[in-house]
């Protein structure tokens, strides 16, 4: 595709619901990266993917925070039983090189947990 | 792990004027330093980068600088554009996690 997309743009969940987002990196793209950024803050690394071999995910909150890259394309998070303060934008990024040179981002989801 | 600071958290320039954004860094071993611009409700878009072994790099009106022994690096842009504002986020990295700045909100006054 042209560019990083994610799915869905907003996601609404009642408190103690699971979610899942989706991310469609650039084609090609072997590296991909999941960032969580609050309201007026920088994005916060979450975790590294590397094909489909997950390198780094230090960032991960906690354990309710699930991420898989299987085919090493499309990339899902998962979120299980959400609190209030996993309302946040959740972003994607890409990159063609292995250490994350020229990251491209996607547009994002933004959870928000009532 | 690396701390990243930005400066200032809000500037507002003339239509024409130049804006400077500054940043600092503590992990000596950061190698590689991109600029993200956010408009509202987009993702961060990749503007410019720097690499640890180059001290200058200039695309059109957009240039960054980076001092390795200070550990800081600026981004400057020139002639700016209403199209411009937005926020502005530096970043740095010694491998595959980037830490972020808390951003700069940029206005352009036409």
């Known amino acids: 595709g042209a560019g990083v997309s994610q799915s869905p743009r907003y996601k609404v969940a009642k408190r103690g619901q699971d979610v899942a987002l989706r991310c469609d990196p650039i084609?090609?793209?072997?590296?991909l990266f999941w960032y969580q950024q609050a309201l007026g803050q920088g994005p916060e690394f979450l975790t590294y993917f590397q094909n489909e071999a997950q390198l780094d995910k230090s960032g991960l909150p906690s354990d309710r925070f699930f991420a898989e890259r299987p085919e090493g394309s499309v990339s899902t998070l998962k979120i299980q039983r959400t609190q209030q303060e996993d309302s946040a934008v959740y972003l994607c990024?890409?990159?063609?090189?292995?250490?994350?040179?020229?990251?491209?981002f996607g547009q994002g989801t933004r959870l928000t947990v009532v | 792990g690396e701390n990243v600071e930005q400066h200032p958290s809000t500037l507002s320039v003339q239509e024409g004027d130049s804006a400077v954004i500054k940043c600092t860094y503590s992990d000596s071993a950061s190698n590689y330093f991109p600029w993200y611009k956010q408009e509202l409700g987009k993702g961060p878009q990749l503007i410019i980068d720097i690499r640890s072994n180059v001290g200058e790099k200039k695309d059109q009106r957009i240039a960054v600088t980076l001092n390795k022994t200070a550990k800081h690096f600026s981004l400057h842009i020139t002639e700016t554009q209403p199209e411009d504002s937005a926020v502005y986020f530096c970043a740095a990295t010694t491998g595959n996690q980037f830490y972020f700045g808390t951003g700069t909100s940029l206005t352009v006054i036409p």
């Open positions: 084609s090609g793209h072997v590296s």
């Open positions: 990024a890409s990159s063609d090189s292995g250490q994350g040179f020229s990251a491209f």
